[in-house]
């Protein structure tokens, strides 16, 4: 990305969270390193709390910046990290293929992201450990369908080999620009309506009115 200071950037999302959450061991760890500092490790220790990483993306002409937090899987850490949802625009709910039972509670980790986050958070169920082809306990198919009943973006990733790390968390970021955007001109609409109105309102004279419309 070079030198760019905020200035640079069309736009900005500044303090967009994204969190990453699952049980521990399922390489949420991995998948953040990975992405934003193409780096991966084999003797990766559990995560204490929560740990966060930024990385700018460039969206078309928009520049993204996004901070990406990874939360501990451990039960003892649940009540600090699930505060974090709380200002969480997306999310990355993170299973290991190869350990059928990370995936048997992506139910409730999803339930306690929603009773903590926005009803708008943008979440992506991932598969992560695609590498480990022979060692696979969840069928693609059966979290496909998981993440289509319950209005998930899905991708399977492998941290080792960087496979869809960078589709991942780009996808996501992608669907958040896009709700931003959508967002940011509805309250334009909505602004110059109530503009409208407010004009309006003062009953201008038919001269006024005239030269308002002329300086438009």
């Known amino acids: 990305m070079g030198n760019r200071t905020d200035e640079d950037y069309n736009f900005v999302f500044k303090g967009l969270l994204v969190v990453l959450i699952g049980e521990s061991g399922v390489g949420k760890t991995n998948l953040l390193s990975r992405f934003t500092r193409n780096e991966f490790s084999h003797d990766s220790r559990t995560t204490i709390g929560v740990e966060f990483s930024t990385r700018t993306v460039m969206l078309g002409t928009a520049a993204v910046k996004a901070q990406i937090w990874d939360t501990a899987g451990l039960e003892r850490y649940r009540a600090i990290t699930s505060a974090y ?79 869809n790390v960078e589709l991942a968390f780009e996808t996501v970021l992608k669907e958040i620009f896009a709700k931003v955007s959508n967002q940011r001109q509805q309250r334009a609409r909505t602004g110059a309506v109530a503009l409208d109105d407010a004009q309006a309102g003062q009953n201008p004279s038919p001269g006024e009115r005239g030269t308002c419309c002329i300086n438009l």
């Open 85 to 163: 949802y709380r200002g969480a625009v997306g999310a990355l709910l993170v299973f290991d293929l190869t350990k059928h039972q990370t995936y048997a509670v992506v139910e409730r980790w999803l339930k306690e992201l929603y009773d903590h986050a926005e009803a708008t958070i943008v979440v992506m169920l991932v598969g992560n450990k695609s590498d480990l082809i022979h060692a696979r306990e969840v069928p693609t198919e059966e979290a496909c369908m998981f993440a289509e009943n319950n209005g998930l973006l899905f991708l399977e990733t492998s941290a080792l080999d960087s496979t």
